[in-house]
């Protein structure tokens, strides 16, 4: 990333127990898990950076 052009942004999370499980989800070894995550999310994404 560009020092020059990028942008920092404070995130702020309303529950930390959730967003845990969903980290642990998402970067954890269970792919079947992962897999089930992203299917069942994949319409509700609104921002995608890939």
């Known amino acids: 990333m560009n020092p020059d052009t990028r942008t920092l942004l404070q995130v702020t ?3 930390a127990a959730v967003a845990d499980t969903v980290f642990s989800t998402l970067m954890g070894e269970d792919v079947e898990a992962r897999r089930t995550f992203i299917q ?3 319409r509700d994404v ?5």
Not at 46 to 50: K, N, V
Request: proline share 0%; glycine share 0%.
């Open 13 to 15: 999370l309303d529950d």
């Open 40 to 42: 069942q999310n994949a």
């Open 46 to 50: 609104r921002f995608l950076d890939i």
